[in-house]
């Protein structure tokens, strides 16, 4: 799988045959200047929740791409209104077969509204299986127990977990999440966009390493194979 990071929790999986973009938040992050989402044109795109730094790309990218947007119920019928018209919708614990991967569709322990503070609906994560791989993308949440379950159901090899803390996770129990989830790799997401949610790279990198677990933090616009 081959992964393009484009800021704060905005990711795309390009899993050969097709492509999905997670959480688009590109235009408005000072951080993701170098960014041209004018070529951005994914096959896919989840959606976690609907607050700004989740959504604030969502139209003109699913638009420019014509891409299958997934998300929960009350998303589903805001894009609706918008005049999107390929689209998913999906709420907690379903499940779903696409033709190249299938999602389960997990809790998050967050809170979900649209810019104009309208309800978003319950916010999710995802759980992306491949025949080859399987991975978690956990959006924005707390460390909840009920993560303990998802290995029951899933292989996982590795996972987007929140470190900024404030608004979600922080490192120290994002790895106790990847422990739970029997993973001994994590991409780091939702840090140092904003001053809430500034960290420290290297004591970062260094809780995740006691534990035996590569952290990695991306660059944005760089790509890693895993
Ligand atoms: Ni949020
Ligand atoms: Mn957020």
Redesign the pocket.
């Known amino acids: 799988m081959k992964i393009t990071y484009f800021g704060h929790s905005c990711f795309m999986v390009d899993l050969t045959n097709c492509t999905i973009l997670f959480d688009p938040f590109i235009t408005p992050n000072e951080l993701a200047k170098s960014v041209d989402i004018e070529t951005i044109k994914p096959d896919y795109i989840l959606v976690?929740?609907a607050?700004e730094?989740?959504i604030a790309d969502l139209l003109t990218i699913a638009k420019q791409s014509n891409a299958k947007v997934v998300a929960v119920w009350e998303i589903y019928v805001w894009l609706t209104k918008q005049g999107i018209e390929n689209t998913h919708p999906v709420n907690t614990g379903g499940f779903v077969k696409f033709p190249d991967f299938s999602i389960q569709v997990i809790h998050a322990d967050?809170?979900?509204s649209f810019p104009d503070g309208t309800y978003g609906g319950n916010?999710v994560g995802f759980v992306i299986s491949t025949k080859k791989k399987s991975f978690y993308y956990s959006?924005?949440t707390a460390l909840f127990r009920d993560m303990k379950l998802i290995p029951k159901r899933h292989k996982i090899d590795f996972a987007f977990l929140p470190i900024g803390s404030n608004?979600?996770m922080d490192a120290e129990d994002a790895s106790i999440a990847a422990g739970w989830l029997g993973i001994h790799k994590v991409i780091g997401m939702h840090y140092d966009t904003f001053g809430l949610i500034k960290i420290n790279h290297d004591d970062s990198v260094q809780i995740f390493k006691s534990k035996g677990i590569d952290l990695k933090l991306m660059e944005i616009g760089s790509i890693q194979t895993l």
Request: charged share 15%.
């Open positions: 976690s929740h607050h730094d989740h967050h809170s979900s916010p959006g924005d608004f979600t």
